[in-house]
């Protein structure tokens, strides 16, 4: 199966600067190929929205509210997607989730490559409070 395991969220006070990290991985295979990665994230009282996402041609899209303030990248051998935050804003509080479109991945002992689709991280909380 596929995991996805956010890192980096954390307490940071407004104007600073936090990175996330989310690698995916298959717990008993290889990934050959990831399609488009994405950051979302959820404010308490509102609905689930998209931040960034990174296509596998590394095309990038940002909500209104964070351009020019974060930056999406992956890294295609480590299939880790990063979002870097700075400047940050107490709007910005939320839990921080990532997702995978696409993904292409064999199970060890199983003969052949499994498609799947839409996969989701557990979430990381973000806080900007002062």
């Known amino acids: 199966q596929v995991q996805l395991v956010e890192s980096g969220g954390g307490l940071v006070q407004p104007g600073g600067s936090l990175r996330l990290s989310c690698v995916v991985s298959a717990t008993s295979g290889r990934i050959f190929s990831i399609n488009t990665m994405g950051w979302y994230r959820q404010a308490p009282g509102k609905q689930r929205e998209l931040v960034a996402s990174i296509t596998i041609t590394s095309s990038t899209n940002y909500a209104d509210s964070v351009k020019e303030r974060f930056t999406i990248s992956r890294d295609k051998i480590k299939n880790t997607v990063y979002l870097q935050m700075n400047s940050l804003k107490p709007e910005d509080t939320a839990v921080y989730y990532c997702?995978?479109?696409?993904?292409?991945?064999?199970?060890?002992?199983?003969?052949?490559?499994?498609?799947?689709?839409?996969?989701w991280g557990k979430g990381t909380l973000v806080t900007v409070s002062s």
């Open positions: 997702n995978v479109d696409k993904i292409l991945y064999n199970t060890s002992g199983t003969p052949g490559l499994a498609y799947g689709t839409d996969y």
